[in-house]
């Protein structure tokens, strides 16, 4: 028997571990200089709803999907990554995502 594909069917963690993660991305999207409109994007979370956002920095679970969690997992590793490439220049680390990039006709890399 395979496991369900629908990214509503999101395996709950520990309601303490989630407020844990959402504290972490909502820090690591303050060292990124997310705006929120980029930070709601880069999350999925469902744009009609204008306290959606604060309700995820909050840890609040109610409408966290599997493809939220995915998100918050790949922000998260590519943090990691970031500060890996980078151990010596924090602001560069930090920079990098929204920097402008010439591949991008020198638009910034994420919306």
């Known amino acids: 028997m395979s496991a369900p594909e629908d990214a509503d069917c999101a395996q709950a963690l520990p309601s303490d571990e989630w407020k844990a993660l959402a504290g972490m991305v909502t820090q690591l999207?303050?060292?990124?200089?997310?705006?929120?409109?980029?930070?709601?994007?880069?999350?999925?979370?469902?744009?009609?709803?204008?306290?959606?956002?604060?309700?995820?920095?909050?840890?609040?679970?109610?409408?966290?999907?599997r493809d939220i969690e995915i998100r918050v997992g790949h922000s998260l590793a590519i943090h990691q990554l970031l500060r890996a490439l980078f151990p010596l220049n924090r602001d560069l680390a930090y920079t990098w995502p929204t920097s402008p990039n010439s591949s991008f006709h020198k638009k910034r890399q994420w919306p």
Request: with cysteine.
């Open 29 to 65: 999207f303050g060292h990124w200089y997310l705006s929120c409109a980029e930070q709601v994007g880069l999350l999925g979370l469902p744009t009609a709803d204008e306290n959606c956002l604060d309700r995820f920095r909050g840890g609040d679970q109610s409408g966290i999907n």
